[in-house]
Structures are given as C-alpha cells and as structure tokens.
C-alpha cells in the first residue's frame, strides 16, 4: 500500500562541485570541461520498497520488529498472491542519499574550407557512487546499499555507471542546410539480485538467465534547411 503523508517536510542537501575548463592556445577550435560532483541529500522524501522492507525484517530477527510489522500476509500465509498480502509503504522523510560523478564534455570543430564545418561534441558522466541509507524504524537501521551500475527491485530505473552523448553536425556551403548524427550510449547494469553491494536485493546463490543488463547505444540522424 503506497500514498502520501501529511507529515512531510523538505529536503536539505549539500552540493559540492569542483570544475576545470581546458582551451588549449595551441588547439584553437578545441574546448573541454571536466567536473566533480558530490550530491549529499537528507531528510529524503521517498518510500522503502516492499523489497527493503522484506530484508530489514529478516536482519531485525524479530517478527514483532517495527520493519515486519509493515508487513501482511494474506490467510495462505503468502506476500504477494492476493489483495490481502501487501506491504505499508507510504511516502515518508526516510535516510538519505548520496551521488558522486565525474562529467567529461569535449568539443571541436573541424574547418573544412568550402566544404563548411563540422562541429563534434561529447558529453559524459561516470557514475561513481549511487548510495542510499534508509532511515531507522523502530530503532533499527536501514541497511546503506549502491545503486551504481545496477539494477533491480531497489535500483530502478536501471543506472550504468557510464553514458554519454556524441554529436556531429556538418554545417555545409549551402547556406541554411546541415546534417548530423548524434550517439547515446548507456553502459551495462548489473542484476542487483546477484551483488552484495545491494544487500536489500542480494540472494545468495542466485543464478539468473539475465545477470547484467547489456550496453546499449542509439544513433539518430537529422538534417535541416
């Protein structure tokens, strides 16, 4: 059972950038960027996840702890094949969560002479760290996971830890008409179901016909006058 609650309050965070800009004298058509980013959020405004729940119970070792009793099993004592199994997961001001990447962005452009202009671009970001650490119920601790190149029940959607974006634009002779390209690319997830960095997730021994989620990359092309 999911829904709102009237107790919310906002969120606080702390954001740290560093950043470096490159314009090599010597390259004059070439520019980079390069930045650090540290996200720090609390007092977060989420849900648990009946995923979550499940695990917290079984590490509280208590049927009667306050993360189990968020837990209702219909009468065939089961968790999930009726109306009447459900777990209570409303919103809620919960834990925390934590992102740390590194942004790359490259551009040049090439001078053709009376062919025009081709201008490259680049944009791309390593996903370092994706941690959540669930507030604690009833005095006992959410269990701090990572959602970095996962996915799962408690990492969707799914989050590589890289991706970027390739464009290339030809600005040809003919005033007003160009042509481009661009290439996204997402890197391979992991099934959370499979690694200890997502102890929620985590089942020992499990051997799945999906462990990873391939890369996958689109290209798109556009023209205009």
Known sequence: RIGGSPNLTPETAT????GLVFTPTFLPNFSATFDWVDIKIKNLINSYGS?????????SGSATSAWCQLIHRDAGGTLW??????SIDP?????GE????Y?????YKFDMGKFGDVRTR?????LALFKFTPGALGGVGGI???????????CQPATPKWRHVFTADWDTPLTGFGVGMSWRYFGETINSKTSTQVPPDFVPGYNPTDPYMAAISYFDVHASY
């Open 15 to 18: 954001t740290r950038i560093f």
């Open 51 to 59: 995923s979550l729940i499940e695990s917290n119970c079984i590490a």
């Open 81 to 86: 094949s009726s109306p009447q199994a459900y």
């Open 91 to 95: 919103l809620l001001n919960e834990g």
């Open 98 to 101: 934590e992102n740390k990447s």
């Open 103 to 107: 942004d790359i962005a490259m551009n």
């Open 122 to 126: 680049m944009v791309g970001t390593y």
């Open 144 to 154: 701090a996971y990572n959602c970095a190149g996962m996915v799962g029940p408690d």
